[in-house]
Protein backbone atom coordinates (compact mmCIF):
# COMPACT_ATOMS: atom_id res chain seq x y z
CA UNK A 1 0.00 0.00 0.00
CA UNK A 2 3.07 2.06 1.12
CA UNK A 3 4.57 1.25 -2.29
CA UNK A 4 1.39 2.44 -4.24
CA UNK A 5 1.56 5.60 -2.34
CA UNK A 6 5.17 6.24 -3.30
CA UNK A 7 4.16 6.01 -6.96
CA UNK A 8 1.03 7.83 -6.80
CA UNK A 9 3.18 11.50 -5.06
CA UNK A 10 5.83 10.93 -7.70
CA UNK A 11 3.14 10.68 -10.30
CA UNK A 12 1.65 13.69 -9.09
CA UNK A 13 4.47 16.05 -8.99
CA UNK A 14 5.26 14.72 -12.76
CA UNK A 15 2.24 16.08 -13.58
CA UNK A 16 2.15 18.86 -12.29
CA UNK A 17 6.11 19.84 -12.62
CA UNK A 18 5.73 19.70 -16.34
CA UNK A 19 2.09 21.49 -16.72
CA UNK A 20 3.96 24.45 -15.21
CA UNK A 21 6.70 24.25 -17.70
CA UNK A 22 6.73 26.36 -20.55
CA UNK A 23 8.17 24.55 -23.26
CA UNK A 24 5.61 22.11 -22.70
CA UNK A 25 2.90 24.67 -22.66
CA UNK A 26 4.29 26.38 -25.98
CA UNK A 27 4.50 23.06 -27.31
CA UNK A 28 1.22 22.13 -26.36
CA UNK A 29 -0.78 25.33 -27.50
CA UNK A 30 1.31 25.40 -30.76
CA UNK A 31 -0.33 21.65 -31.30
CA UNK A 32 -3.76 22.74 -30.25
CA UNK A 33 -3.69 25.69 -33.01
CA UNK A 34 -2.35 23.57 -35.84
CA UNK A 35 -5.23 21.01 -34.97
CA UNK A 36 -7.96 24.07 -35.31
CA UNK A 37 -5.93 25.15 -38.68
CA UNK A 38 -5.58 21.72 -39.93
CA UNK A 39 -9.26 20.71 -39.82
CA UNK A 40 -10.05 24.36 -41.29
CA UNK A 41 -7.72 23.66 -44.25
CA UNK A 42 -9.52 20.11 -44.92
CA UNK A 43 -12.77 21.77 -44.66
CA UNK A 44 -11.61 23.90 -47.50
CA UNK A 45 -9.93 21.44 -49.73
CA UNK A 46 -13.22 19.79 -49.44
CA UNK A 47 -15.20 22.94 -50.71
CA UNK A 48 -12.75 23.07 -53.21
CA UNK A 49 -13.18 19.58 -54.43
CA UNK A 50 -17.17 20.51 -54.14
CA UNK A 51 -16.73 23.43 -56.47
CA UNK A 52 -14.09 21.57 -59.05
CA UNK A 53 -17.55 18.68 -59.09
CA UNK A 54 -20.32 21.33 -59.77
CA UNK A 55 -18.39 23.12 -62.44
CA UNK A 56 -17.51 20.41 -64.39
CA UNK A 57 -21.01 18.95 -63.76
CA UNK A 58 -22.10 22.46 -64.87
CA UNK A 59 -19.86 21.71 -68.22
CA UNK A 60 -20.88 18.58 -69.32
CA UNK A 61 -24.50 19.54 -69.15
CA UNK A 62 -24.14 22.47 -70.99
CA UNK A 63 -22.19 20.28 -73.54
CA UNK A 64 -25.04 17.91 -73.67
CA UNK A 65 -22.55 15.65 -72.25
CA UNK A 66 -23.24 12.52 -70.22
CA UNK A 67 -22.43 12.86 -66.42
CA UNK A 68 -22.45 9.38 -65.56
CA UNK A 69 -18.53 9.07 -64.87
CA UNK A 70 -18.77 11.92 -63.13
CA UNK A 71 -17.83 11.00 -59.16
CA UNK A 72 -19.45 13.76 -56.32
CA UNK A 73 -17.26 14.30 -53.41
CA UNK A 74 -18.52 13.09 -50.39
CA UNK A 75 -18.75 14.50 -46.98
CA UNK A 76 -16.75 12.23 -44.47
CA UNK A 77 -16.28 14.38 -41.11
CA UNK A 78 -13.68 12.11 -39.97
CA UNK A 79 -11.74 12.65 -43.55
CA UNK A 80 -10.75 16.33 -42.21
CA UNK A 81 -8.89 14.92 -39.65
CA UNK A 82 -5.95 14.14 -41.76
CA UNK A 83 -3.98 16.68 -40.73
CA UNK A 84 -4.09 17.26 -37.64
CA UNK A 85 -3.07 13.47 -37.07
CA UNK A 86 -0.21 14.40 -39.48
CA UNK A 87 0.42 17.25 -36.77
CA UNK A 88 0.21 14.42 -33.97
CA UNK A 89 2.88 12.42 -36.04
CA UNK A 90 5.41 15.62 -35.77
CA UNK A 91 4.57 18.00 -33.14
CA UNK A 92 3.08 15.57 -30.57
CA UNK A 93 5.39 13.64 -30.71
CA UNK A 94 7.70 16.75 -30.24
CA UNK A 95 6.03 17.48 -27.30
CA UNK A 96 6.61 13.69 -26.37
CA UNK A 97 10.94 14.16 -26.35
CA UNK A 98 10.17 17.38 -24.84
CA UNK A 99 8.42 15.85 -21.48
CA UNK A 100 10.82 12.51 -21.51
CA UNK A 101 13.77 14.90 -21.55
CA UNK A 102 12.24 17.52 -19.20
CA UNK A 103 11.68 14.54 -17.26
CA UNK A 104 15.42 13.29 -16.65
CA UNK A 105 16.86 16.66 -16.85
CA UNK A 106 15.40 18.30 -14.18
CA UNK A 107 16.97 15.36 -11.93
CA UNK A 108 20.38 15.65 -13.34
CA UNK A 109 20.53 19.52 -13.44
CA UNK A 110 19.45 19.92 -10.20
CA UNK A 111 20.86 16.69 -8.60
CA UNK A 112 17.64 15.96 -6.67
CA UNK A 113 17.56 12.64 -7.57
CA UNK A 114 20.58 11.69 -4.74
CA UNK A 115 18.40 13.77 -2.25
CA UNK A 116 15.00 11.50 -3.43
CA UNK A 117 16.83 8.19 -3.16
CA UNK A 118 18.10 9.24 0.77
CA UNK A 119 14.88 8.37 1.41
CA UNK A 120 13.09 5.38 1.93
CA UNK A 121 11.85 5.17 -1.79
CA UNK A 122 12.99 2.37 -3.96
CA UNK A 123 14.48 3.99 -7.20
CA UNK A 124 12.22 1.53 -9.25
CA UNK A 125 9.00 2.98 -7.89
CA UNK A 126 10.20 6.52 -8.30
CA UNK A 127 10.79 4.99 -11.90
CA UNK A 128 7.48 3.77 -12.00
CA UNK A 129 5.96 7.38 -10.68
CA UNK A 130 7.81 9.12 -13.02
CA UNK A 131 6.45 6.30 -15.62
CA UNK A 132 2.81 6.99 -14.80
CA UNK A 133 2.53 10.26 -14.08
CA UNK A 134 3.92 10.98 -17.66
CA UNK A 135 1.67 8.66 -19.17
CA UNK A 136 -1.07 10.26 -17.68
CA UNK A 137 0.19 13.99 -19.14
CA UNK A 138 0.21 12.28 -22.52
CA UNK A 139 -2.84 10.93 -22.26
CA UNK A 140 -3.91 14.68 -21.14
CA UNK A 141 -2.42 15.97 -24.77
CA UNK A 142 -3.93 13.74 -26.61
CA UNK A 143 -7.64 14.36 -24.86
CA UNK A 144 -6.97 18.46 -25.14
CA UNK A 145 -5.96 17.60 -29.14
CA UNK A 146 -9.08 15.04 -29.60
CA UNK A 147 -11.37 16.82 -27.88
CA UNK A 148 -11.03 19.94 -29.59
CA UNK A 149 -11.07 17.96 -33.17
CA UNK A 150 -14.62 17.16 -31.65
CA UNK A 151 -15.82 20.28 -30.54
CA UNK A 152 -14.31 21.71 -33.95
CA UNK A 153 -15.45 18.97 -35.85
CA UNK A 154 -19.68 19.42 -33.69
CA UNK A 155 -19.71 22.92 -33.46
CA UNK A 156 -17.74 24.61 -36.10
CA UNK A 157 -17.86 22.61 -38.73
CA UNK A 158 -21.84 21.49 -37.97
CA UNK A 159 -20.96 17.63 -38.47
CA UNK A 160 -22.55 15.11 -36.61
CA UNK A 161 -20.70 12.22 -35.86
CA UNK A 162 -22.70 8.80 -35.58
CA UNK A 163 -22.11 6.77 -32.47
CA UNK A 164 -19.58 4.43 -34.38
CA UNK A 165 -17.76 7.51 -35.79
CA UNK A 166 -17.25 8.44 -31.97
CA UNK A 167 -15.94 5.43 -31.42
CA UNK A 168 -13.22 5.42 -34.08
CA UNK A 169 -12.46 8.80 -32.71
CA UNK A 170 -11.99 7.29 -28.92
CA UNK A 171 -9.97 4.32 -30.66
CA UNK A 172 -7.45 6.89 -32.27
CA UNK A 173 -7.06 8.36 -29.83
CA UNK A 174 -5.91 5.68 -27.59
CA UNK A 175 -3.88 4.94 -30.41
CA UNK A 176 -2.52 8.21 -30.63
CA UNK A 177 -1.42 8.47 -26.83
CA UNK A 178 0.50 5.33 -27.35
CA UNK A 179 2.59 6.40 -30.02
CA UNK A 180 3.30 9.68 -28.16
CA UNK A 181 4.48 7.24 -25.21
CA UNK A 182 6.97 5.90 -27.78
CA UNK A 183 8.24 9.00 -28.07
CA UNK A 184 8.61 10.34 -24.55
CA UNK A 185 10.11 6.57 -23.55
CA UNK A 186 13.01 7.28 -26.56
CA UNK A 187 13.55 10.24 -25.42
CA UNK A 188 13.58 9.55 -21.23
CA UNK A 189 16.19 6.66 -22.38
CA UNK A 190 18.53 8.91 -24.17
CA UNK A 191 18.33 11.30 -21.76
CA UNK A 192 19.29 8.72 -19.35
CA UNK A 193 22.12 7.15 -21.46
CA UNK A 194 23.83 9.99 -22.92
CA UNK A 195 26.08 12.34 -20.15
CA UNK A 196 25.46 15.72 -22.05
CA UNK A 197 21.84 16.74 -21.45
CA UNK A 198 22.01 18.83 -25.00
CA UNK A 199 23.91 16.02 -27.01
CA UNK A 200 20.84 14.19 -25.37
CA UNK A 201 18.23 16.41 -26.71
CA UNK A 202 20.01 16.64 -29.94
CA UNK A 203 20.33 12.62 -30.56
CA UNK A 204 16.24 12.54 -29.42
CA UNK A 205 15.93 15.11 -32.70
CA UNK A 206 17.85 12.85 -34.81
CA UNK A 207 15.94 9.76 -34.15
CA UNK A 208 12.54 11.50 -34.61
CA UNK A 209 13.36 13.69 -37.78
CA UNK A 210 14.21 9.98 -39.21
CA UNK A 211 11.47 8.08 -38.07
CA UNK A 212 9.10 10.66 -37.99
CA UNK A 213 10.11 12.63 -41.58
CA UNK A 214 12.69 10.49 -43.44
CA UNK A 215 12.06 7.13 -43.57
CA UNK A 216 8.21 7.61 -44.45
CA UNK A 217 9.39 9.78 -46.75
CA UNK A 218 11.92 7.03 -48.40
CA UNK A 219 9.08 4.92 -48.85
CA UNK A 220 6.44 7.67 -50.55
CA UNK A 221 9.13 8.14 -52.88
CA UNK A 222 10.07 4.74 -54.13
CA UNK A 223 6.53 4.44 -54.87
CA UNK A 224 6.29 3.61 -58.19
CA UNK A 225 2.50 5.19 -58.64
CA UNK A 226 3.93 8.29 -56.72
CA UNK A 227 6.29 9.01 -59.85
CA UNK A 228 4.11 11.50 -61.96
CA UNK A 229 1.70 13.71 -60.37
CA UNK A 230 -1.64 12.55 -60.27
CA UNK A 231 -0.46 8.68 -60.49
CA UNK A 232 1.88 6.84 -62.84
CA UNK A 233 -0.27 4.39 -63.51
CA UNK A 234 -3.12 6.54 -64.03
CA UNK A 235 -0.83 8.43 -66.69
CA UNK A 236 -0.17 5.13 -68.46
CA UNK A 237 -4.31 3.87 -68.64
CA UNK A 238 -3.55 1.18 -65.71
CA UNK A 239 -6.38 0.14 -63.11
CA UNK A 240 -5.94 -0.07 -59.59
CA UNK A 241 -6.30 -3.99 -60.04
CA UNK A 242 -4.22 -4.26 -62.97
CA UNK A 243 -1.24 -2.46 -61.20
CA UNK A 244 -1.60 -4.75 -58.44
CA UNK A 245 -1.31 -7.78 -61.11
CA UNK A 246 1.65 -6.05 -62.96
CA UNK A 247 3.17 -5.19 -59.39
CA UNK A 248 3.63 -9.05 -58.81
CA UNK A 249 6.69 -9.27 -60.55
CA UNK A 250 8.52 -6.84 -58.70
CA UNK A 251 7.68 -8.14 -55.33
CA UNK A 252 11.77 -7.71 -54.55
CA UNK A 253 11.43 -4.48 -55.00
CA UNK A 254 8.31 -3.66 -53.21
CA UNK A 255 9.14 -5.57 -50.39
CA UNK A 256 11.92 -3.74 -49.89
CA UNK A 257 9.93 -0.48 -49.80
CA UNK A 258 7.82 -2.20 -47.40
CA UNK A 259 10.68 -2.67 -44.71
CA UNK A 260 11.78 0.79 -44.97
CA UNK A 261 8.04 2.21 -44.30
CA UNK A 262 7.91 -0.39 -41.79
CA UNK A 263 11.05 0.68 -40.08
CA UNK A 264 9.32 3.66 -38.61
CA UNK A 265 6.97 3.46 -36.35
CA UNK A 266 5.13 6.32 -37.31
CA UNK A 267 4.35 4.78 -40.52
CA UNK A 268 2.57 1.95 -38.66
CA UNK A 269 0.42 4.49 -36.40
CA UNK A 270 -0.51 6.15 -39.23
CA UNK A 271 -1.81 3.03 -41.41
CA UNK A 272 -3.82 2.27 -38.38
CA UNK A 273 -5.24 5.74 -37.47
CA UNK A 274 -5.89 6.30 -40.83
CA UNK A 275 -7.40 3.21 -41.83
CA UNK A 276 -9.86 4.09 -38.63
CA UNK A 277 -10.72 7.18 -39.68
CA UNK A 278 -11.34 6.35 -42.43
CA UNK A 279 -8.69 8.90 -44.29
CA UNK A 280 -7.81 5.93 -46.87
CA UNK A 281 -10.51 5.84 -48.43
CA UNK A 282 -10.97 1.61 -48.89
CA UNK A 283 -11.41 1.45 -44.95
CA UNK A 284 -14.39 3.96 -45.51
CA UNK A 285 -17.58 2.75 -43.88
CA UNK A 286 -15.68 -0.51 -42.26
CA UNK A 287 -16.47 -1.10 -38.62
CA UNK A 288 -14.01 -1.23 -35.87
CA UNK A 289 -13.43 -4.75 -35.69
CA UNK A 290 -12.72 -5.34 -39.24
CA UNK A 291 -9.96 -2.42 -39.31
CA UNK A 292 -8.26 -3.25 -35.83
CA UNK A 293 -7.99 -7.38 -36.92
CA UNK A 294 -7.07 -5.79 -40.88
CA UNK A 295 -4.58 -3.57 -39.21
CA UNK A 296 -3.59 -6.27 -36.38
CA UNK A 297 0.17 -6.00 -37.18
CA UNK A 298 0.53 -2.19 -36.80
CA UNK A 299 -1.14 -2.68 -33.06
CA UNK A 300 1.47 -5.85 -32.26
CA UNK A 301 4.20 -3.07 -33.73
CA UNK A 302 2.57 -0.01 -31.42
CA UNK A 303 2.44 -2.55 -28.63
CA UNK A 304 5.98 -4.06 -28.70
CA UNK A 305 7.79 -1.14 -29.29
CA UNK A 306 6.23 0.25 -26.04
CA UNK A 307 6.93 -3.34 -24.08
CA UNK A 308 10.47 -3.02 -25.14
CA UNK A 309 11.08 0.41 -24.51
CA UNK A 310 9.56 0.80 -20.82
CA UNK A 311 12.11 -2.57 -20.26
CA UNK A 312 15.01 -0.94 -21.62
CA UNK A 313 14.27 2.24 -20.06
CA UNK A 314 13.35 0.81 -16.61
CA UNK A 315 16.76 -1.32 -16.92
CA UNK A 316 18.77 1.78 -17.21
CA UNK A 317 17.70 3.87 -14.59
CA UNK A 318 17.41 1.08 -12.04
CA UNK A 319 21.27 -0.07 -13.06
CA UNK A 320 22.95 3.59 -13.21
CA UNK A 321 24.83 5.06 -10.93
CA UNK A 322 23.27 8.00 -9.18
CA UNK A 323 26.20 10.00 -8.78
CA UNK A 324 24.38 11.53 -12.38
CA UNK A 325 27.13 14.11 -13.70
CA UNK A 326 26.63 16.34 -16.42
CA UNK A 327 29.04 17.12 -19.42
CA UNK A 328 30.13 20.85 -18.90
CA UNK B 1 39.19 41.39 -38.58
CA UNK B 2 42.11 39.78 -37.08
CA UNK B 3 39.55 39.21 -34.46
CA UNK B 4 36.61 37.91 -36.36
CA UNK B 5 39.23 35.40 -38.15
CA UNK B 6 40.67 34.12 -34.37
CA UNK B 7 37.33 33.93 -33.58
CA UNK B 8 36.32 31.85 -36.81
CA UNK B 9 38.86 29.47 -36.23
CA UNK B 10 38.23 29.11 -32.32
CA UNK B 11 34.39 28.18 -33.43
CA UNK B 12 35.52 25.67 -36.52
CA UNK B 13 37.99 23.80 -33.97
CA UNK B 14 35.25 23.73 -31.50
CA UNK B 15 32.57 22.28 -33.64
CA UNK B 16 34.69 19.33 -34.58
CA UNK B 17 35.56 18.19 -31.06
CA UNK B 18 31.39 18.08 -30.49
CA UNK B 19 30.15 14.23 -31.04
CA UNK B 20 26.75 15.46 -31.86
CA UNK B 21 27.70 17.46 -34.67
CA UNK B 22 29.51 14.66 -36.20
CA UNK B 23 26.27 12.56 -36.07
CA UNK B 24 24.26 14.93 -37.77
CA UNK B 25 26.70 15.48 -40.18
CA UNK B 26 27.00 12.06 -40.64
CA UNK B 27 23.14 11.39 -41.23
CA UNK B 28 23.08 14.42 -43.85
CA UNK B 29 26.37 12.91 -45.72
CA UNK B 30 24.46 9.51 -45.44
CA UNK B 31 21.65 10.47 -46.69
CA UNK B 32 22.67 12.41 -49.57
CA UNK B 33 24.43 9.66 -50.81
CA UNK B 34 21.06 7.39 -50.53
CA UNK B 35 19.22 10.22 -52.04
CA UNK B 36 21.43 9.39 -55.48
CA UNK B 37 21.00 5.52 -54.84
CA UNK B 38 17.17 5.97 -54.15
CA UNK B 39 16.90 8.25 -57.44
CA UNK B 40 19.03 5.70 -59.42
CA UNK B 41 16.89 2.02 -57.94
CA UNK B 42 13.27 3.90 -58.63
CA UNK B 43 14.34 5.47 -61.93
CA UNK B 44 15.29 2.00 -63.49
CA UNK B 45 11.53 -0.02 -61.86
CA UNK B 46 9.69 2.70 -62.96
CA UNK B 47 11.36 1.71 -66.28
CA UNK B 48 10.77 -1.75 -65.71
CA UNK B 49 7.32 -1.41 -64.74
CA UNK B 50 6.59 0.25 -67.85
CA UNK B 51 7.79 -2.11 -69.74
CA UNK B 52 5.78 -4.91 -67.74
CA UNK B 53 2.71 -2.58 -68.33
CA UNK B 54 3.41 -2.91 -71.72
CA UNK B 55 3.76 -6.14 -72.16
CA UNK B 56 0.19 -7.07 -69.69
CA UNK B 57 -1.73 -4.15 -71.70
CA UNK B 58 -0.75 -6.02 -75.11
CA UNK B 59 -1.79 -9.48 -73.67
CA UNK B 60 -5.06 -7.74 -72.24
CA UNK B 61 -5.54 -6.74 -76.19
CA UNK B 62 -5.23 -2.66 -75.44
CA UNK B 63 -2.51 -1.63 -78.13
CA UNK B 64 -2.85 1.93 -77.73
CA UNK B 65 -0.68 2.47 -74.57
CA UNK B 66 0.73 6.19 -73.50
CA UNK B 67 4.18 7.08 -73.97
CA UNK B 68 6.72 6.07 -70.79
CA UNK B 69 6.02 9.20 -68.67
CA UNK B 70 9.38 8.59 -66.74
CA UNK B 71 11.53 8.87 -69.58
CA UNK B 72 10.64 12.53 -70.21
CA UNK B 73 12.14 13.30 -66.96
CA UNK B 74 14.91 15.40 -66.65
CA UNK B 75 18.34 14.12 -65.50
CA UNK B 76 18.26 16.87 -62.76
CA UNK B 77 15.17 15.51 -61.39
CA UNK B 78 16.83 12.35 -59.59
CA UNK B 79 17.97 14.71 -57.27
CA UNK B 80 14.79 15.98 -56.02
CA UNK B 81 14.92 14.48 -52.93
CA UNK B 82 18.12 16.16 -51.72
CA UNK B 83 15.29 18.94 -51.24
CA UNK B 84 13.57 17.42 -48.48
CA UNK B 85 17.16 16.09 -47.12
CA UNK B 86 18.15 19.41 -46.79
CA UNK B 87 14.97 20.52 -46.04
CA UNK B 88 14.65 18.78 -42.98
CA UNK B 89 18.08 17.20 -42.17
CA UNK B 90 20.81 20.47 -42.98
CA UNK B 91 17.92 22.81 -41.31
CA UNK B 92 17.69 20.91 -38.03
CA UNK B 93 22.09 20.47 -38.18
CA UNK B 94 22.53 24.52 -38.98
CA UNK B 95 19.99 24.87 -35.49
CA UNK B 96 22.24 22.65 -33.60
CA UNK B 97 25.67 24.40 -35.09
CA UNK B 98 24.52 27.59 -34.45
CA UNK B 99 23.17 26.63 -30.72
CA UNK B 100 26.01 24.58 -29.63
CA UNK B 101 28.47 27.58 -30.79
CA UNK B 102 26.75 30.20 -28.66
CA UNK B 103 25.67 27.89 -25.68
CA UNK B 104 29.08 26.39 -24.85
CA UNK B 105 30.82 30.00 -24.78
CA UNK B 106 27.58 30.90 -22.15
CA UNK B 107 28.34 27.54 -19.95
CA UNK B 108 32.22 27.74 -19.79
CA UNK B 109 32.32 31.01 -18.94
CA UNK B 110 34.31 32.03 -22.12
CA UNK B 111 31.67 34.66 -23.37
CA UNK B 112 32.12 36.55 -19.68
CA UNK B 113 35.83 36.26 -20.42
CA UNK B 114 35.63 37.64 -23.95
CA UNK B 115 33.39 40.55 -22.45
CA UNK B 116 36.75 41.51 -20.25
CA UNK B 117 39.00 41.84 -23.41
CA UNK B 118 39.04 44.44 -26.45
CA UNK B 119 36.76 42.69 -28.99
CA UNK B 120 33.61 44.49 -30.15
CA UNK B 121 30.27 42.51 -30.39
CA UNK B 122 30.14 42.85 -33.89
CA UNK B 123 33.71 41.44 -34.24
CA UNK B 124 32.28 38.37 -31.90
CA UNK B 125 28.94 37.76 -34.24
CA UNK B 126 30.80 37.80 -37.59
CA UNK B 127 33.38 35.58 -36.20
CA UNK B 128 31.26 32.79 -34.89
CA UNK B 129 29.76 33.60 -38.49
CA UNK B 130 32.24 32.70 -40.57
CA UNK B 131 33.01 30.15 -38.38
CA UNK B 132 29.77 28.49 -38.94
CA UNK B 133 29.52 29.27 -42.61
CA UNK B 134 33.13 27.67 -43.38
CA UNK B 135 31.72 24.17 -41.75
CA UNK B 136 28.19 24.60 -43.68
CA UNK B 137 30.05 25.12 -47.24
CA UNK B 138 32.29 22.49 -46.72
CA UNK B 139 29.29 20.39 -45.55
CA UNK B 140 27.31 21.64 -48.98
CA UNK B 141 30.25 21.53 -50.61
CA UNK B 142 30.80 17.48 -50.11
CA UNK B 143 27.21 16.52 -50.40
CA UNK B 144 27.13 18.64 -54.08
CA UNK B 145 30.36 16.73 -55.02
CA UNK B 146 28.93 13.84 -53.64
CA UNK B 147 26.34 14.35 -55.73
CA UNK B 148 27.90 14.81 -59.26
CA UNK B 149 30.07 12.17 -58.76
CA UNK B 150 27.60 9.65 -58.14
CA UNK B 151 25.88 10.88 -61.25
CA UNK B 152 28.74 9.31 -63.64
CA UNK B 153 29.04 6.44 -61.58
CA UNK B 154 25.12 5.24 -61.39
CA UNK B 155 23.77 4.53 -64.96
CA UNK B 156 21.06 7.51 -64.81
CA UNK B 157 21.02 10.36 -67.17
CA UNK B 158 23.99 12.16 -67.52
CA UNK B 159 24.40 15.11 -66.27
CA UNK B 160 24.74 18.34 -68.89
CA UNK B 161 27.02 21.59 -68.06
CA UNK B 162 23.63 23.11 -67.74
CA UNK B 163 22.78 20.76 -65.55
CA UNK B 164 25.51 20.95 -63.21
CA UNK B 165 25.54 25.01 -62.90
CA UNK B 166 21.86 24.32 -62.12
CA UNK B 167 22.65 21.79 -58.95
CA UNK B 168 25.54 24.08 -57.88
CA UNK B 169 23.24 27.08 -57.59
CA UNK B 170 21.11 25.10 -55.68
CA UNK B 171 23.16 23.82 -53.41
CA UNK B 172 24.78 27.40 -53.19
CA UNK B 173 20.94 28.51 -52.44
CA UNK B 174 20.66 26.15 -50.10
CA UNK B 175 23.42 26.70 -48.16
CA UNK B 176 22.00 30.72 -47.51
CA UNK B 177 18.68 28.74 -46.54
CA UNK B 178 20.66 26.57 -43.63
CA UNK B 179 22.84 29.35 -42.72
CA UNK B 180 19.32 31.48 -41.79
CA UNK B 181 18.67 27.99 -39.32
CA UNK B 182 21.84 28.76 -37.84
CA UNK B 183 21.19 32.48 -37.67
CA UNK B 184 17.86 31.29 -35.41
CA UNK B 185 20.16 28.66 -33.47
CA UNK B 186 22.47 31.33 -32.29
CA UNK B 187 19.97 33.85 -32.01
CA UNK B 188 17.93 31.81 -29.29
CA UNK B 189 21.26 30.41 -27.42
CA UNK B 190 22.04 34.28 -26.38
CA UNK B 191 18.74 35.00 -25.34
CA UNK B 192 17.11 31.94 -23.67
CA UNK B 193 17.01 31.50 -20.21
CA UNK B 194 17.47 27.76 -20.12
CA UNK B 195 19.69 24.97 -22.78
CA UNK B 196 16.22 23.02 -23.34
CA UNK B 197 14.42 26.37 -24.42
CA UNK B 198 17.38 27.45 -26.74
CA UNK B 199 16.51 24.58 -28.86
CA UNK B 200 13.10 23.77 -28.63
CA UNK B 201 12.13 27.47 -29.88
CA UNK B 202 14.28 27.17 -33.34
CA UNK B 203 12.46 23.70 -33.45
CA UNK B 204 9.49 25.51 -33.41
CA UNK B 205 10.04 28.05 -35.73
CA UNK B 206 11.35 25.63 -37.95
CA UNK B 207 8.51 23.60 -37.78
CA UNK B 208 6.64 26.61 -38.28
CA UNK B 209 8.55 27.70 -41.49
CA UNK B 210 8.72 23.99 -42.78
CA UNK B 211 5.02 23.16 -42.17
CA UNK B 212 3.11 25.22 -41.18
CA UNK B 213 3.40 28.31 -43.40
CA UNK B 214 3.75 26.28 -46.64
CA UNK B 215 0.25 24.50 -45.32
CA UNK B 216 -1.50 27.64 -45.32
CA UNK B 217 -0.09 29.24 -48.85
CA UNK B 218 -0.50 25.32 -50.41
CA UNK B 219 -2.87 23.48 -48.70
CA UNK B 220 -1.21 20.43 -48.56
CA UNK B 221 -0.95 18.22 -45.45
CA UNK B 222 2.46 18.30 -43.71
CA UNK B 223 3.48 15.08 -45.37
CA UNK B 224 2.65 15.95 -48.59
CA UNK B 225 5.20 18.80 -48.54
CA UNK B 226 7.96 15.98 -48.69
CA UNK B 227 6.71 14.76 -51.57
CA UNK B 228 9.24 16.44 -54.47
CA UNK B 229 6.65 15.20 -57.21
CA UNK B 230 3.92 17.64 -55.60
CA UNK B 231 5.89 19.95 -53.75
CA UNK B 232 5.13 22.63 -56.04
CA UNK B 233 1.63 22.19 -56.69
CA UNK B 234 -0.64 24.74 -55.27
CA UNK B 235 -4.51 24.62 -54.73
CA UNK B 236 -5.99 27.31 -55.27
CA UNK B 237 -9.35 26.99 -56.13
CA UNK B 238 -10.91 28.58 -52.67
CA UNK B 239 -10.34 31.93 -52.08
CA UNK B 240 -8.72 31.45 -48.59
CA UNK B 241 -5.76 29.90 -50.43
CA UNK B 242 -5.62 32.56 -53.16
CA UNK B 243 -5.56 34.87 -49.81
CA UNK B 244 -2.60 33.25 -48.48
CA UNK B 245 -0.91 32.93 -51.63
CA UNK B 246 -0.83 37.09 -51.65
CA UNK B 247 -0.24 37.54 -48.21
CA UNK B 248 1.89 34.70 -46.92
CA UNK B 249 3.28 33.61 -49.85
CA UNK B 250 5.58 36.76 -50.05
CA UNK B 251 7.11 35.87 -46.52
CA UNK B 252 7.12 32.41 -46.39
CA UNK B 253 10.72 31.08 -46.60
CA UNK B 254 10.13 27.28 -46.69
CA UNK B 255 7.65 27.27 -49.29
CA UNK B 256 10.13 29.62 -51.19
CA UNK B 257 13.55 27.22 -50.69
CA UNK B 258 11.53 24.06 -52.03
CA UNK B 259 9.69 26.19 -54.86
CA UNK B 260 13.02 27.87 -56.41
CA UNK B 261 14.77 24.49 -54.79
CA UNK B 262 12.02 22.45 -57.01
CA UNK B 263 12.69 24.68 -60.33
CA UNK B 264 16.36 24.65 -60.09
CA UNK B 265 16.18 20.91 -59.65
CA UNK B 266 13.62 20.86 -62.93
CA UNK B 267 11.36 18.97 -61.86
CA UNK B 268 8.53 20.54 -64.37
CA UNK B 269 11.53 19.62 -67.41
CA UNK B 270 12.37 22.94 -68.95
CA UNK B 271 15.40 24.04 -70.87
CA UNK B 272 15.30 27.70 -68.40
CA UNK B 273 19.21 28.34 -67.86
CA UNK B 274 20.27 29.04 -63.54
CA UNK B 275 20.22 32.51 -64.22
CA UNK B 276 17.12 32.69 -65.56
CA UNK B 277 15.08 30.88 -62.84
CA UNK B 278 16.99 33.21 -60.43
CA UNK B 279 15.70 36.10 -62.30
CA UNK B 280 12.64 35.14 -62.76
CA UNK B 281 12.78 33.92 -58.37
CA UNK B 282 13.93 37.12 -57.78
CA UNK B 283 11.62 37.58 -54.45
CA UNK B 284 12.66 34.00 -53.43
CA UNK B 285 16.25 35.42 -52.98
CA UNK B 286 15.40 38.81 -51.98
CA UNK B 287 13.20 37.30 -48.57
CA UNK B 288 16.22 35.30 -48.03
CA UNK B 289 18.59 38.17 -47.89
CA UNK B 290 16.18 40.24 -45.83
CA UNK B 291 15.49 37.71 -43.09
CA UNK B 292 20.00 36.50 -43.11
CA UNK B 293 19.86 40.85 -42.06
CA UNK B 294 17.10 40.87 -39.74
CA UNK B 295 18.70 37.52 -37.92
CA UNK B 296 22.04 39.40 -37.60
CA UNK B 297 21.26 42.49 -36.50
CA UNK B 298 18.48 40.81 -33.75
CA UNK B 299 21.32 38.79 -32.54
CA UNK B 300 23.66 41.99 -32.66
CA UNK B 301 21.21 43.63 -30.41
CA UNK B 302 20.56 41.12 -28.20
CA UNK B 303 24.41 40.30 -27.55
CA UNK B 304 24.42 44.32 -26.93
CA UNK B 305 21.73 44.35 -24.24
CA UNK B 306 23.15 40.36 -22.72
CA UNK B 307 23.86 40.71 -18.91
CA UNK B 308 26.89 38.24 -17.95
CA UNK B 309 26.32 38.65 -14.86
CA UNK B 310 22.15 38.03 -14.94
CA UNK B 311 22.55 35.15 -17.54
CA UNK B 312 24.00 32.29 -16.55
CA UNK B 313 22.22 29.37 -18.63
CA UNK B 314 20.45 26.20 -16.44
CA UNK B 315 18.39 23.51 -17.73
Known amino acids: MNNMFQIITVAKKEFTDTLRNKVFLTFLFFLLGLTVISIYIGSLDFQSKVSIYQTAYQQLIQGGQSVKNLIKPEFFPLQLLRGSIEYLEIIGAVLAIAIGYLSIAKEKGNNTLQLILTRPIKKSHYFLGK ?19 VIILTFIGGAQLSNIESLKVVTSFIYSTMYLYIFYLLSSLFTLLIRSLPSALIVSFVIWIMFVLIVPQIGDTMDTDNQVPGGFFNAIHVSNTQSKIILQQFTGYETARNAIEEASITKHYERLVFALLGIKDIYNNKSIPFILQDKLNETIWLTSYISVLIVITLYTFTQKSLIWKEEG | MHQVIVIAISEVKNLLRERVFFLLMGVFLLMTIASSFIGWSTYSTANAVYRASVVYLHQQGISQIPNNPILSFPALASFRNVIVYMFLIGSLMAIVIGNRSFIRERKSGVLQLLFTRPVSISSIILGKIVGISVVLLVIISLTATVSIIS ?36 LFAITAKSESLALFIPVCIWVGVSFVMPELVTGQTPTALLNPVTIDTLTSQVSFFALMQQTLAPISIGWHYTSLGSQLLNTSNDSKTAFDILLTNKNSIVILIIALVSSYLLMFSQLRKYDIINNMINE
Open chain 2, 151 to 186: SFLLPLQHLGSGDIIRLLTFYLYSFFYVLLFSFLGL
Open chain 1, 131 to 149: LFGNALLILSVTLAVFISI
